[in-house]
T-cell receptor, first 112, second 110 residues
Framework: DAGITQSPRHKVTETGTPVTLRCHQT?????MYWYRQDPGHGLRLIHY???????DKGEVSDGYSVSRSKTEDFLLTLESATSSQTSVYFC???????????FGPGTRLTVT | GNSVTQMEGPVTLSEEAFLTINCTYT??????LFWYVQYPGEGLQLLLK?????DKGSNKGFEATYRKETTSFHLEKGSVQVSDSAVYFC?????????FGTGTSLTVIP
């Protein structure tokens, strides 16, 4: 258990509304990641962070932004949610050895 | 670029059968390779890893060998149990980012 929590765990929202998902870790890991999981696509990286205020884009970053103002929190924002962003979102950290990731429990987001 | 291809599922086996889930990869440099497992309603958990060519990762009876010559990292288990039913993901990491396959669903029937 790497002390990763995600909130909310479930959310239903309407098209065009902003949504923010939160990832919180308790063990001071430098690297944090946001993925989305969709059938037939596995996990795809949205954004990741390598320190406070340091972020980079992943494979599917369009329509998403992130912020990391504190080591322990990594926020994912959908500025204007679309139905194509209906998915399960996972946060992850990378361990200090650099080889492994640990995942949070996920957030199921439905955009109607 | 970096990518992972794993065998399509779903896979259904009887208890105590032999399991192989194929995984091949394309990568720049010398990535680390991983297998993750996901149980229903949960996040992914690391199952095993290998960080260099010819390394064998193992855990809970599962094994995979990093084969650079064939760019493969196939997952095997000699005798599966009902509790092994889950989705298995192959992944690679050349550095800061991780790349995942699409997942293979395994169901083990008694």
């Amino acid at each position: 258990d790497a002390g990763i929590t995600q909130s909310p765990r479930h959310k239903v929202t309407e098209t065009g509304t902003p949504v923010t998902l939160r990832c919180h870790q308790t063990e001071n890991h430098r690297y944090m990641y946001w993925y989305r999981q969709d059938p037939g696509h596995g996990l795809r990286l949205i954004h990741y962070s390598y320190g406070v205020k340091d972020t980079d884009k992943g494979e599917v970053s369009d329509g998403y932004s992130v912020s990391r103002s504190k080591t322990e929190d990594f926020l994912l924002t959908l500025e204007s949610a679309t139905s194509s962003q209906t998915s399960v979102y996972f946060c992850a950290i990378r361990d200090r050895g650099g080889f492994m990731q640990y995942f949070g429990p996920g957030t199921r987001l439905t955009v109607t | 670029g970096n990518s992972v291809t794993q065998m399509e599922g779903p896979v259904t086996l009887s208890e105590e059968a032999f399991l192989t889930i194929n995984c091949t990869y394309t990568a720049t440099g010398y990535p680390s390779l991983f297998w993750y497992v996901q149980y229903p309603g949960e996040g992914l958990q690391l199952l095993l890893k290998a960080t260099k060519a010819d390394d064998k990762g193992s855990n809970k009876g599962f094994e995979a060998t990093y084969r650079k010559e064939t760019t493969s990292f196939h997952l095997e288990k000699g005798s599966v149990q009902v509790s092994d039913s889950a989705v298995y993901f192959c992944a690679l990491s050349p550095g800061n980012q991780f790349y995942f396959g699409t997942g293979t669903s395994l169901t083990v029937i008694p």
